[in-house]
C-alpha cells in the first residue's frame, strides 16, 4: 500500500513537471540551447514516470487490462525494436512458433516484461560479445521445470504459451538466482532492482508462472508461462 501510494502521488508530480515543460517548448524557437535542455527534462521525467508504474505494478494495486493478445505478434515487435541496439553488444534472435498464439492479457504489461528481460540478457555479457536468443511455443503443465528458482505454479489441466529468454554470458550462482525477483536487489551498479520485481508481478497478474535456469559460467535462460486463451 505504502509504494502503491508513493507511486501514485510521484506520478501525478510528474504530470505536472511534464505539462508544464510541454507547455514552455511552445514557446521557445526551435533553434534554441533552451529547448534542448527542456527536451531533456521532459525525457527524464517520463523515465521517472516509468519507474513509478512499475511501483504501482509491483505492488499489485495496478490490475492489467485484459484483452486477446498475439504473443507472438508481441515478441515480433520487441524483438524488432531492440535489435539494433542489442547489434551493438551482440546478436538478438527470434524463434517464432509456427502458428499465431494467444493469451489474454495486458500488451502494455506484457511488452515490459520482454524488454526487462531482453535487456537484461544482452547486458549479462558485460563486455564480451552476447547472443541473446528468445523462443515462444506451446507447452502443457507437464512440461520440466527447473527444481529451483521457479516462481509460480502451473495448472496441469491448461497449456501454456511458453516463452524463453536466453543468453550465453556469465550467469549466476545459486545464491544470486535466489535474490533476482527481489525489490531493489541488482547486479549492475547503476541498476535500481525493479525490472524483475515489476516482471513476476506482471508474470503472477497473469495467472502464469516463470522459471529461472542459470548456471555460473554457463548463461541464463527466464522462461515465462502464460495461461493460452480458451478461444
Known amino acids: 500500500m505504502l509504494a502503491d501510494g508513493l507511486a501514485h502521488d510521484f506520478n501525478n508530480l510528474l504530470q505536472g513537471v511534464v ?13 534554441s540551447d533552451a529547448r534542448d535542455a527542456v527536451e531533456a527534462a521532459i525525457a527524464s521525467a517520463r523515465r521517472a514516470v516509468d519507474v513509478a508504474a512499475k511501483m504501482r505494478v509491483y505492488s499489485g494495486e495496478k490490475a492489467p487490462a485484459f484483452v486477446d493478445v498475439d ?15 542489442a547489434a551493438r553488444r551482440g546478436t538478438l534472435t527470434y524463434d517464432a512458433p509456427p502458428a499465431p498464439v494467444g493469451v489474454m492479457g495486458d500488451p502494455t504489461q506484457l511488452r515490459q516484461v520482454l524488454l526487462n528481460l531482453i535487456v537484461n540478457a544482452a547486458e549479462a ?9 528468445v523462443r515462444l511455443r506451446v507447452e502443457d503443465a507437464s512440461a520440466p521445470r527447473p527444481d529451483v528458482h521457479a516462481m509460480g505454479r502451473l495448472d496441469p489441466a491448461r497449456r501454456y504459451a511458453c516463452l524463453d529468454v536466453c543468453d550465453r554470458g556469465a550467469g549466476m550462482d545459486a545464491a544470486t538466482a535466489a535474490h ?43 522462461r515465462v508461462w502464460l495461461p493460452l486463451a480458451a478461444s
Open 19 to 31: 505539462g508544464n515543460a510541454q507547455a514552455a517548448l511552445h514557446e521557445l524557437p526551435a533553434p
Open 71 to 85: 504473443l507472438d505478434a508481441v515478441a515480433t515487435e520487441m524483438v524488432g525494436l531492440l535489435r539494433r541496439s
Open 125 to 133: 555479457s558485460g563486455d564480451t560479445p552476447c547472443a541473446v536468443i
Open 180 to 222: 533476482v525477483f527481489d525489490p531493489f536487489f541488482s547486479t549492475k551498479a547503476s541498476g535500481r532492482g525493479l525490472g524483475l520485481a515489476a516482471v513476476q508481478s506482471i508474470v503472477k497478474g497473469h495467472h502464469g508462472a516463470i522459471d529461472l535456469d542459470s548456471r555460473a559460467g554457463a548463461g541464463t535462460t527466464f
